[in-house]
Each structure stands twice: as C-alpha cells, then as structure tokens.
C-alpha cells in the first residue's frame, strides 16, 4: 500500500500529525488518545498498515 493512501485513511477518521522524527512520523487520534508511528518508506506493507490502523483505534483498510 502507498504511505499517501495510508495517511488519507488516517486523517479521514480525524487522526492529526503529531510530530515528524527522523524516519517516522507520528499520528495522534484525539478521540481515544492513541498514538503510532508511521514509516517514512513509499511502500508499506499491508501487515503494518492494518497494525498502524489498530494502534489508532479506526477501521482497518
């Protein structure tokens, strides 16, 4: 899956950037207070794309 595509998903379920590190940035959701990091790679695995989603409290891709 393409990290951009994976980002739209996120922001839809009305997470927000938290903070940019070296080599992830970092997703807050605001409605349960969790957060994840997501890669900087153009290409994520879906695997982790569905644990990125997990972590965040929102609907899986």
Not at 29 to 57: E, F, Q, S, Y
């Amino acid at each position: 899956m393409k990290r951009t595509a994976l980002i739209k998903h996120i922001q839809k379920y009305g997470c927000s950037l938290l903070r940019e590190g070296a080599r992830h940035a970092v997703y807050y959701n605001p409605n349960n207070g969790r957060t994840t990091a997501v890669p900087r790679h153009n290409d994520i695995v879906d695997v982790l794309a569905r644990k990125i989603c997990r972590d965040l409290g929102i609907p899986e891709i």
